[in-house]
């Protein structure tokens, strides 16, 4: 069984900087996709940033320059280093990734964490 877990969120003031983490783990064969997303009170769930297994990154136009995602193929995680926060970044964030599991190596699945919470205060 396959989990993803969050961690690193927190209360922070504006202009601030928190890096979020999300490790997988479980019997996997392979990770390719890993996004951040984010979901503030009363608003849908968006993508925050993506990063292909091979390091390629695309992110939302409201972060670009202050957030960067990366990731550790060896320890199964991604990061989310966000710098420069502003109250608008408040949200919950959840790790999303696209894997295969050592059961069925040629089958991809979407697992989602269950969320980390940001808070940013002006």
């Known amino acids: 069984q396959v989990q993803l877990v969050e961690s690193g969120g927190g209360l922070v003031q504006a202009g601030g900087s928190l890096r979020l983490s999300c490790a997988a783990s479980?019997?996997?064969?392979?990770?390719?996709?890993m996004r951040w997303y984010r979901q503030a009170p009363g608003k849908q769930r968006e993508l925050v940033a993506a990063?292909?297994?091979?390091?390629?990154?695309n992110y939302v136009d409201s972060v670009k320059g202050r957030f960067t995602i990366s990731r550790d193929n060896a320890k199964n995680t991604v990061y989310l280093q966000m710098s420069s926060l502003e109250p608008e970044d408040t949200a919950v964030y959840y790790c999303?990734?696209?894997?295969?599991?050592?059961?069925?190596?040629?089958?991809?699945?979407?697992?989602w964490g269950k969320g980390t919470l940001v808070t940013v205060s002006s």
């Open positions: 999303y990734a696209v894997i295969a599991t050592s059961s069925r190596p040629s089958y991809d699945m979407d697992y």
């Open positions: 479980g019997s996997i064969a392979a990770i390719n996709t």
């Open positions: 990063i292909t297994w091979g390091g390629s990154t």
